[in-house]
C-alpha cells in the first residue's frame, strides 16, 4: 500500500454506448460505514458491458467495476471488520436496506431497495473507490490481487448458480468465460461430471474446458453424449434456455446465470413437462461470498487473466465484447 494520494484518477461511463473517459476527482474521506480502498485490481465483467451497451440503465455518470482487490487506507467513523492496511474485495451487492422483505427472510439478494458497486455507486475502474464494509469480503491469502478480482462476480454468481441447480452429478455449462472457467473447477472438484458448450468451432476455448477437468465440450448446437442433470446458461442467448432444456432429464434445471438475457423464444410445454424447471440468478447474498471464497482456496481455483492498465478499459470492454478473452480481463491501476 502506497501513501494515499490526495486526488483519485477514473474512467467514467457517462451515456450509453459512449467510451469511457478519464476522470480525476478530490479523494473522497469515507463516511457512516465506508472503507476508502486503493485499488489493486478490477475485473472487467459481462455485467459492466451491459451497463456500457445501456442493456440495463442505471445511474450516469458512473464509474463502472464490481470486482474490486484492494487495500484499505482509511475508516468511516462506523466502519467495522476491516483494518487499514488490510486486503479486502468489494462485490458487486454493495448494499441493502436491511428492512424490506427478503432482507429479512435470508434473501437479502432480493432486496427491494439495493446499492449495486459500479451501477448506483461508482466502482474500480479508478484508483480509488468507497465501499461498504458490512458489504466486504476478506481475501483469501491464497490469492494474489489480479486473480482474486474475477472471483468476485464471475465466481460469486456462478457459485449461487451451481447452488441452485442441485446436486446433480451431470452439469452443462453454456457459455465457457470467466464465470464458467472457474466453476468448472469447483464443480470437478466436487466430483461432479461438467459438459462444456461453447460458440460452434471454438476448437481453443473446448479445449481449454477439457483443460480444466470438463468430461465433454462441443458446440453450443450439438448434443451431449448423456442425458444432464442440470444446465447453467451464462452466456447472455436466450435461445439457450430451449436447447438446454432439451437434453435436461426429467426434474432437472436450467439456471440463468446472467443479469441480462436476450428474449427466450417460445417452445413446446413437452420440453418443459416432466418436472423439469427454469431458474434466474439474482444477485448474491453475503453467505455466498464467505461460502466461496473459502471453497475456491480450498480448491484452490486458478482465474486465467488478460492484464490491461487502468486507462485501457474500453479495449478491456471492446475484447469481452468480441469474445476475444479467454478466461477474465482485469484493469491494473
Not at 74 to 102: H, K, M, N
Not at 118 to 146: E, K, M, Q, W
Not at 235 to 258: Q, S
Request: with cysteine; glycine share 12%.
Amino acid at each position: 500500500m502506497n501513501e494515499v494520494p490526495k486526488r483519485l484518477t477514473a474512467m467514467q461511463l457517462d451515456a450509453p454506448r459512449q467510451r469511457l473517459h478519464e476522470v480525476a476527482r478530490e479523494l473522497p474521506a469515507p463516511k457512516g460505514t465506508d472503507l476508502l480502498i486503493e485499488v489493486a485490481a478490477c475485473g472487467v465483467c459481462r455485467t459492466d458491458l451491459h451497463i456500457v451497451d445501456g442493456d440495463i440503465h442505471g445511474s450516469l455518470p458512473i464509474v463502472p467495476g464490481h470486482e474490486i482487490v484492494g487495500w484499505v487506507t482509511a475508516l468511516g467513523p462506523q466502519a467495522e471488520g476491516f483494518t487499514i492496511g488490510e486486503r479486502v474485495g468489494v462485490p458487486w451487492l454493495g448494499g441493502t436496506d436491511g428492512s424490506c422483505f427478503y432482507c429479512t427472510h435470508g434473501l437479502e439478494n432480493l432486496c427491494d431497495r439495493p446499492t449495486f458497486t459500479g451501477f448506483t455507486r461508482d466502482g474500480g475502474y479508478a484508483t480509488h473507490v468507497l465501499a461498504d464494509s458490512r458489504f466486504c469480503l476478506p481475501i483469501p491469502r491464497v490469492f494474489d490481487n489480479v486473480e482474486a478480482a474475477p472471483l468476485l462476480c464471475a465466481g460469486l454468481i456462478g457459485w449461487r448458480a451451481l447452488k441452485i441447480a442441485g446436486g446433480g452429478k451431470r452439469v452443462a455449462f453454456y457459455g465457457f468465460g470467466a464465470s464458467a472457467h472457474i466453476l468448472a473447477q469447483v464443480a470437478v472438484w466436487q466430483g461432479r461430471n461438467i459438459f462444456a458448450f461453447t460458440r460452434d468451432g471454438d476448437r481453443e476455448t473446448q479445449d481449454f474446458a477439457r483443460s480444466l477437468g470438463c468430461t465433454w465440450a462441443g458446440g453450443s448446437s450439438e448434443a451431449p453424449p448423456e442425458e444432464l442433470d442440470a444446465a447453467i446458461i451464462f452466456a447472455p442467448v436466450g435461445a439457450l434456455v430451449p436447447t438446454a432444456l432439451r437434453h435436461v432429464r426429467k426434474g432437472g434445471r436450467v439456471v440463468c446465470a446472467g443479469i441480462h438475457m436476450s428474449d427466450i423464444p417460445g417452445f413446446p410445454y413437452e420440453q418443459l413437462w416432466g418436472e423439469r424447471s427454469i431458474a434466474s440468478v439474482a444477485n448474491l447474498t453475503r453467505v455466498d461470498g464467505r461460502e466461496f471464497m473459502e471453497v475456491a482456496a480450498r480448491v484452490p481455483v486458478k482465474t486465467r487473466t488478460t492484464e490491461f492498465p487502468l486507462n485501457q478499459a474500453n479495449e478491456a470492454l471492446d475484447a469481452l465484447r468480441s469474445g476475444a478473452i479467454e478466461g477474465a480481463a482485469v484493469l491494473v491501476p
